[in-house]
């Protein structure tokens, strides 16, 4: 009895299983059966989802519109800029002038410390200062916090992207936060690391404030500087400046030229982390007062001299990849070490992949905020390139061939130099560029928005969603809104200012697609008669299996109990 | 009518707020108050003196903590007048600052202590007539999540806040691996045997 009870629930099954498959898709069974049965009736596909609702985004959160337009202070005269939130031209003159020669309501209007640039003694008599004391700090954005899940201070890259990172920032004073209320940093604390300038010959004395809570140097990278603790490097030249101390680097840079200053302690964790920024050589020149720092990069509001000679325009572009295996190992733990242990000695670079791509700090869509070079017709522009990236740079431009006029800081033979449209950087390399905008068929093919981008199409995307990375635009600026962003004729681009677009939640096309062609597809629904029957057949096919478990459950209880007997016996 | 006397009474908070800022290479002591009367105290009750010396050297007594204060918190009664002197033994920028005092003393709550290095200074606020625990940190991000946080209570205070170095525990609370050292081990196996036995005797006994 018991034998054939097994034996029919098992024939059962196997036919129940059949008879699922033919209602599921009886091609599966035999691809070919359409030769017996004919074509399969017109299954509709399901429906497409709703279009996902996407909250009100912000465009261009600016603060201080009026800050796009010239200004003079103190007798510095600052260009106007087009970006939606532009340098604040008060911390542009004191940097000109140095924290120590701004009259106190300038200062206030900053959040920089009084000591932050000091400016004094004019030792050649050509009307600028030559001796130049430069403070730097080291801040750290998006870290932990004990109490809080938030990361503090926090600075977006990009709509809800918010990876750790590390910059040289100007000494500041107060907050580092905007208010007490949100966790946002403060302007002055960003990446890049801020660019720094400063004239060839004059005595410079670059101290780090190692304000952060591991050890740290600076390598003036391509900078004119004697070796004997100054290099940077704490196997060769000089010990670690530890948490708490300062480091005094003392320099007299002879030759002019873009170059670069980083932090060479486990350079392939701190340099990641964002511990890089251009250094920049101007020419010595009469009346030179340069910009100290350019807080952000992207454009100069005050250019030295020699560069006003030539350009009409000068802007900074500093490249940065950034792998959140790395970065975000600060948000995973309060402890510093805790920390070096995962930065140093769990983290594999060699096994990194760089999921995030910067320009002046930032990615798309944030670089329409304050990374467009903005541009007439029949200008010059001086472009000084930075790759802090670990993979080469192809740098491509539509519309225009930029020329080269350097290389690491050193003049290209004007005969020599050529003009192209993608550039290839490598890792820590700079180049200037010159950026004419004559519509002469080669240098510009005339006014629009044209994107400005590295080509390696991974660096066009946001941890894999574009359009995102480094993408820029060289834009004329009568293609710019009120808000000083580009108004295209392409799709709207607002959908790019929500973090859902980069969680893949929105889908691609959406905001351009009024068929839905491209929407999201449903799931399958019980819709047909079939697939009612499908179901019941596999609730049946359930039925029998638990009917078949608990045939081999009797038959293992009943060998248990017969082994149990005889034991007893 | 009231709105007006509103503003005009920021105003004249604002002023008295910024002619109570000193700034100079040094630093800063920003929303100074040593005269004004918090609501609800008659007089300044007590006169208090405060010294608060920061640095990574305070650090050294709480692991995993990188910059500290000499002293984590601080008590006062209501209606005191406290005269901080604020050191900062490090080579770089330290402050001491009190959040959440009242708005109409300190612009945003807040009375701000900076040194730009090594150095000492004077500043004077007047406690609140409340039972409050208030923040004190440095304002430096990484500074007050590495362990430069105090809090200051006043008139008992109103509990403990968090991740405060020796008193107060984090919310965010770091993950360690358990220690597998000789002794640690020894010590765990011991007390679960323990347990194990206990249990097992206590059935025992109970089936008897």
């Known amino acids: 009895m018991k034998k054939y009870s097994v034996f029919s629930l098992s024939l059962s099954a196997i036919i129940l299983s059949v008879i699922a498959l033919i209602l599921y898709d009886p091609f599966l069974l035999y691809p070919r059966f359409f030769d017996y049965i004919g074509m399969p009736g017109y299954q509709a596909p399901p429906q497409s989802k709703p279009k996902p609702e996407v909250a009100e985004v912000t465009v261009c959160d600016e603060q201080y519109p009026e800050w796009r337009k010239a200004y003079n202070i103190g007798g510095v005269n600052i260009q106007p800029s087009d970006a939606c939130n532009p340098d604040n031209p008060y911390e542009v003159a004191a940097f000109v002038l140095g924290t120590n020669n701004v009259i106190m309501p300038v200062l206030m209007r900053t959040q920089l410390a009084d000591d932050a640039v000091i400016k004094t003694n004019d030792i050649d008599g050509d009307g600028d200062p030559d001796d130049i004391v430069i403070r730097v700090e080291v801040a750290e954005l998006n870290g932990r916090s004990p109490d809080d899940e938030g990361f503090i201070p926090s600075f977006d890259i990009a709509p809800g992207v918010q990876p750790g990172a590390w910059v040289f920032a100007p000494k500041s004073r107060g907050m580092s936060t905007i208010n007490r209320e949100e966790m946002k940093a403060n302007h002055l604390l960003r990446l890049p690391s801020a660019p720094i300038r400063v004239e060839a010959g004059d005595n410079v004395t670059l101290i780090l404030e190692n304000t952060h809570y591991f050890p740290h140097t600076i390598h003036l990278h391509g900078v004119d500087h004697s070796y004997s603790n100054n290099d940077g490097v704490p196997q060769t030249s000089e010990k670690m400046t530890m948490p708490g101390e300062q480091h005094v680097y003392k320099i007299k840079p002879r030759h002019a030229g873009t170059m670069m200053y980083h932090c060479h302690v486990q350079v392939q964790v701190h340099f990641m982390m964002g511990l890089q920024g251009l250094f920049i050589v101007e020419e010595n020149k009469p009346n030179n007062w340069v910009q100290t720092f350019n807080v952000g990069a992207g454009k100069v509001r005050q250019p030295s001299v020699a560069v006003q000679e030539s350009f009409e325009q000068e802007y900074d572009m500093h490249y940065q990849a950034i792998d959140t295996a790395l970065n975000n190992l600060i948000q995973t733990s309060n402890d510093p070490r805790q920390l070096a242990k995962k930065m140093n000695r769990l983290y594999d670079i060699t096994d990194g992949t760089d999921d995030y791509f910067l320009l002046n700090g930032r990615s798309f869509p944030y670089t329409l905020r304050e990374s467009l070079v903005s541009v007439e017709a029949n200008q010059h522009i001086k472009m000084r390139v930075l790759n802090g990236t670990a993979e080469v740079l192809a740098l491509h431009s539509h519309g225009h061939k930029a020329t080269i006029t350097a290389n690491d800081g050193v003049d290209v033979n004007p005969v020599a130099q050529v003009t192209r449209d993608v550039y290839s950087v490598s890792p820590a390399q700079r180049i200037d560029l010159d950026l004419y905008t004559k519509d002469d068929g080669l240098h510009s093919y005339g006014e629009g928005i044209w994107l400005l981008h590295d080509h390696a199409e991974r660096a066009i995307t946001n941890n894999g969603i574009a359009p995102g990375g480094n993408v820029s635009q060289i834009i004329y600026r009568k293609y710019l809104n009120k808000h000083a962003l580009p108004s295209g004729e392409g799709v709207d681009i607002r959908p790019y200012f929500s973090p859902e677009y980069y969680k893949g939640e929105l889908p691609t096309w959406a905001a351009s697609d009024a068929f839905g062609f491209f929407d999201d597809a449903g799931g399958k629904t019980i819709k047909s008669f079939s697939d009612v029957l499908l179901i019941i057949v596999l609730g049946m096919l359930m039925g029998v299996l638990f009917l078949l478990f608990s045939a081999l459950y009797s038959l293992l209880h009943d060998i248990a109990v017969k082994l149990k007997d005889r034991q007893s016996l | ?208």
């Open chain 2, 1 to 208: 009518m009231k709105p007006l006397l509103m503003a005009l009474l920021l105003i004249v908070c604002c002023s008295h707020a910024q002619a109570a800022m000193r700034m100079g290479d040094w630093g800063m002591v920003m929303n100074e108050n040593s005269t004004q009367l918090p609501q609800g105290c008659e007089s300044i009750e007590n006169e208090e003196t405060l010294l608060v010396k920061a640095g990574r050297e305070y650090a050294k007594p709480y692991p995993g903590t990188i910059f500290g204060y000499n002293q984590h918190e601080f008590s006062f009664a209501k209606c005191t007048r406290v005269e901080v002197t604020f050191i900062n033994e490090d080579d770089i920028r330290h402050q001491f600052m009190i959040h959440g005092l009242p708005s109409y003393l300190h612009p945003q709550g807040m009375f701000h202590m900076e040194l730009y290095g090594r150095g000492e200074v004077r500043g004077i606020f007047i406690t609140p007539n409340t039972e409050q625990t208030y923040l004190a940190h440095c304002d430096i991000a990484q500074h007050t999540e590495k362990g430069m946080k105090a809090q200051v209570k006043v008139g008992g205070g109103d509990g403990n806040l968090p991740s405060i170095p020796g008193i107060s525990g984090q919310l965010n609370r770091d993950s360690y691996e358990f220690d597998v050292g000789f002794q640690n081990i020894l010590l765990l196996i011991v007390l679960l045997v323990l347990g194990f036995s206990s249990s097992l005797f206590f059935f025992i006994w109970h089936k008897k």
